[in-house]
């Protein structure tokens, strides 16, 4: 950034339109985890002012509801640049003041379908005629089902519309949706992005195609390939020992914060614990590797004792453990990007302690089937030998990496660098 333009921006700030503040807009409290993943240090060594728009209260209206989601952030971040907003007329009026000199940045709903719950944020975007992106850096596999422009969707798509038709309120919540994005889709009362950062996902694609958009993606890696790229630069690390480990790439199955928040079922600690102590203890007795846990970031395992037996857990050195191991065990994490960087055997898991209708095992399905794997249903499977025998297919994982992981047409650069970058050359056209 050349230094004219950075003092243009931090000066006065928002002139002409010149973007001088960054807002994320959140449908929580936000924690360490966030602001190291959004990248909060370098976008404020590059310049930016930023804001969290924490939409928390406003998006769950029932108190018990909103002081649950918010007691699962565990130390949620404070300061003065966070703001809770108790009322949508408190949202206005701090939208309408940044609007003209900001870029939001969309936590709420990213690629997903605006529903009745949201609408009114995307709506006073409109009204001011704030510019708004998201950062599609962290797209999974999506069972065909979820992915409506396609056969074995539009199937999905009406056995959910049959069901909706049996309940008023789903129904009309349903229908509600579809207007919404057909409104969308004509500029009409909510707005499209104004740019969006992604790559090759089919729920990227579905989204772009939903809505008409053609030419507004800007390529991107995903974060997990940042980090590895970051791991892999590492003077110490550009030859990495491989040690007798197996690693569980954890996703806090039983009490991830997420799930209540979003009506996901969680799975029962007693039935998930014991057959996946069990399982950890047959890998270990039949490989003679030290089974690990990486803790998902969210986690809370300081709170339960010893879950996994005397297992050593760890949190925050995912693609370290990933790099060092033989073996990599889990269910649907994002983080089998780290798996399929490093080349390693992945034995998928469908989770214990769930119903046996739940989108998890569907997303179990879907990334194993992906690159070449067969989930094991540890309440069904006998145990042998050959669950183990699992070995990596090179095309499978090269096909993987590229829809998911590293885009072939973006920058070598980390997704913030290009996001900055993005926002810097816009600028100097107008």
Request: with cysteine; hydrophobic share 40%.
């Amino acid at each position: 950034m050349s230094e004219n333009f950075r003092q243009s921006r931090t000066g006065v700030g928002g002139l002409n339109g010149q973007i001088d503040t960054i807002v994320f807009l959140t449908r929580r409290p936000i924690s360490k985890f966030e602001e190291e993943k959004w990248g909060f240090a370098y976008l404020r060594d590059r310049g930016f002012k930023l804001e969290v728009f924490d939409c928390t209260q406003l998006l769950y209206r029932d108190k018990k509801t909103c002081e649950s989601v918010t007691a699962l952030v565990q130390q949620a971040l404070q300061g003065d640049y966070i703001h809770q907003f108790n009322s949508y007329c408190e949202l206005e009026l701090s939208l309408k003041r940044l609007a003209v000199s900001s870029l939001f940045v969309d936590y709420i709903m990213g690629n997903l379908d605006v529903t009745l719950k949201e609408e009114r944020i995307f709506r006073l975007l409109k009204k001011y005629k704030a510019r708004y992106t998201f950062v599609s850096a962290g797209t999974l596999p999506v069972p065909s089902m979820f992915i409506t422009n396609n056969p074995t969707g539009l199937k999905a798509f009406k056995r959910k519309l049959m069901k909706a038709v049996s309940n008023p309120s789903l129904l009309f919540n349903y229908l509600a949706s579809k207007v919404i994005l057909l409104l969308t889709r004509h500029h009409i009362f909510y707005p499209l992005p104004m740019m969006i950062f992604g790559g090759h996902s089919e729920i990227l694609q579905s989204y772009l195609a939903n809505r008409n958009i053609k030419s507004k993606v800007i390529p991107i890696n995903s974060f997990d390939y940042d980090t590895c790229i970051a791991y892999t630069q590492q003077e110490k690390n550009i030859v990495t020992e491989k040690e007798d480990i197996c690693v569980f790439l954890d996703e806090a199955a039983t009490h991830h914060p997420d799930n209540s928040m979003l009506g996901i079922e969680a799975a029962s600690p007693e039935i998930y614990f014991s057959a996946i102590k069990s399982f950890f203890n047959f890998i270990e007795e039949n490989t003679g590797y030290r089974v690990v846990i990486a803790a998902h970031p969210r986690s809370n395992y300081e709170s339960l004792g010893a879950p996994f037996g005397e297992r050593q857990i760890i949190k925050g050195k995912t693609a370290e453990l990933v790099a060092k191991s033989k073996l990599v065990v889990m269910h649907a994490s994002t983080s089998l990007s780290y798996a399929v960087f490093f080349r390693k055997p992945i034995i998928f898991l469908k989770v214990p302690g769930l119903s046996q209708e739940n989108h998890v095992d569907r997303m179990v399905e879907a990334m194993a089937n992906i690159i070449g794997n067969t989930p094991i249903d540890l309440m069904k499977d006998a145990p042998t030998p050959t669950l183990l025998q699992c070995k990596y297919a090179p095309e499978k994982y090269n096909e993987y990496e590229s829809r998911y992981i590293k885009t072939d047409e973006a920058e070598a650069l980390p997704v913030w660098a290009i996001v900055t970058k993005s926002i810097e050359n816009m600028q100097l056209c107008q």
